[in-house]
C-alpha cells in the first residue's frame, strides 16, 4: 500500500505544501475554509502526520527521553508503563536510553539526548547526588528525576521516603523492646542502603540508642548467601531487613539452614516488595513501592514544566507515599 504523505495532501486539497504544514501545525493563519479543505483531504485519504517533522515546524520534537539503568529493568517496568499511559494522554513519545555505569555514563547519554533535540528528560537513577545536581543544571531542558530528592531551576523530582519509611518501621519495633535490628548490605543499590541506614540511625538516636548492626557483605562473596549462610550460624537478631527480594531470599535460606526458624527466632522483611516475596515460605513482608505512580506523576510534572505553569501549579519535589504489606515473615 502506498505510503501517504504530505505531497499528496496539497494535492488534494489543491494548496501549498506550506498551507498544509501550517493547518498540520495548528497555525490561525489559514483561512477556516481552506483549513476545512485540508482538514478533509487529511481524512479522506487517512495521512498521519509525522511526529518529528511537526516537532521541527514547533521547534519541538514532542519527545521524552527516559533513561534508565540497565540492571534495574526489573523494578521500573511498572515505572515505564505508567510513563507511556500519560505520554499517550499529552501526545508525546518516548524514547528509551540505558545506561550501566554512574553519573558519568549518564553525563554523556543526556549530552547525546540533548543533541537529538529531545523536548525533556526523564531520569531514574538512585545513584545521583548533589555533585550529579551540578551537573544536570547546566542542560537548559526540563529534567524530572525519579528516585532522588532534588530541585533546581530545570529540575523536578518525584521520589519515596526510604529514610522516613524504615524509621517509622523501627521505631515501633525499638518501642516494643525489639532492638536488636540488622541492615544488609546491598552493593547493587548503595544509595538506597544509604538513605535506609541513616533512616535507622536516627530512629535509634531518637529513642536514646546507637544502631551497631549494618551488615557489610564482605568483597571477597560474590554473593550474599554465601556469606549469610555462614553469618546465621553465629549471630541471631529480632529482625532483619534488606532491600531487595533476592537479598530477602538468602537470608530466609541461610537462617533455616542454621536451624532457626523466621519469624520465631528471627523476623524478616524486604523494603522493596515484589511477587517473589508471597511465593517463598514462609510469605516475606515487605513495602509496595507505588512504582506505576512514579512513572504517572513524573510525566504529569514534565508536562507541565513543558508548558511553562507557573510553580505554583505543581510540586518541584513530590514525595509518594507506600503500603506495608506484613506476611508470614514478622510477627
Wanted: charge should be negative; proline fraction near 3%; aromatic fraction near 10%.
Amino acid at each position: 500500500m502506498k505510503r501517504i504523505t504530505i505531497y499528496d495532501v496539497a494535492k488534494e486539497a489543491d494548496v501549498s505544501l506550506a498551507t498544509v504544514s501550517r493547518v498540520i501545525n495548528g497555525s490561525e493563519v489559514v483561512r477556516e475554509d481552506t483549513r476545512s479543505k485540508v482538514q478533509e483531504a487529511i481524512e479522506k485519504l487517512g495521512y498521519k502526520p509525522n511526529a518529528i517533522a511537526q516537532g521541527l515546524a514547533l521547534q519541538k520534537t514532542t519527545t521524552i527521553a527516559l533513561v534508565v539503568p540497565e540492571a534495574s529493568f526489573y523494578y521500573t517496568g511498572q515505572i515505564i508503563n505508567g510513563l507511556i499511559d500519560v505520554a499517550k494522554i499529552y501526545n508525546y513519545n518516548i524514547v528509551l536510553h540505558t545506561t550501566t555505569e554512574g553519573i558519568s555514563k549518564t553525563n554523556d547519554i543526556i549530552e547525546t539526548i540533548i543533541k537529538s533535540r529531545v523536548d525533556g528528560v526523564i531520569i531514574f537513577n538512585d545513584k545521583l547526588d548533589k555533585d550529579d545536581l551540578k551537573v544536570l543544571t547546566n542542560y537548559q531542558v526540563p529534567i524530572v528525576v525519579i528516585g532522588n530528592q532534588m530541585i533546581a531551576d530545570n529540575i523536578c523530582s518525584v521520589y519515596v521516603d526510604y529514610a522516613k519509611l524504615i524509621y517509622d518501621y523501627a521505631d515501633k519495633y525499638i518501642k516494643k523492646g525489639k532492638t536488636n535490628l540488622a541492615l544488609i548490605e546491598d552493593r547493587k543499590n548503595p544509595a538506597m542502603i544509604k538513605q535506609l541506614n541513616e533512616g535507622l540511625k536516627k530512629a535509634f538516636e531518637d529513642n536514646g540508642l546507637t544502631f551497631t548492626n549494618y551488615i557489610e557483605i564482605p568483597k571477597e562473596y560474590r554473593s550474599s548467601y554465601m556469606f549469610l549462610k555462614d553469618y546465621f550460624k553465629m549471630f541471631s537478631h529480632d529482625l532483619v531487613i534488606t532491600y531487595r527480594d533476592s537479598q530477602a531470599m538468602a537470608v530466609l535460606n541461610s537462617v533455616q539452614e542454621a536451624g532457626k526458624s523466621i519469624p520465631d527466632d528471627l523476623e524478616l522483611v524486604c523494603v522493596l516488595d515484589s511477587k517473589y516475596n508471597s511465593m517463598a515460605r514462609p510469605q516475606i513482608s515487605g513495602f509496595k513501592i507505588p512504582d506505576y505512580d512514579l512513572g504517572a506523576v513524573s510525566m504529569r510534572v514534565m508536562t507541565k514544566m513543558l508548558h511553562e505553569e507557573n510553580e505554583d501549579g505543581y510540586n518541584r519535589e513530590t514525595e509518594l507515599s507506600y503500603i506495608y504489606t506484613p506476611r508470614k515473615s514478622t510477627i
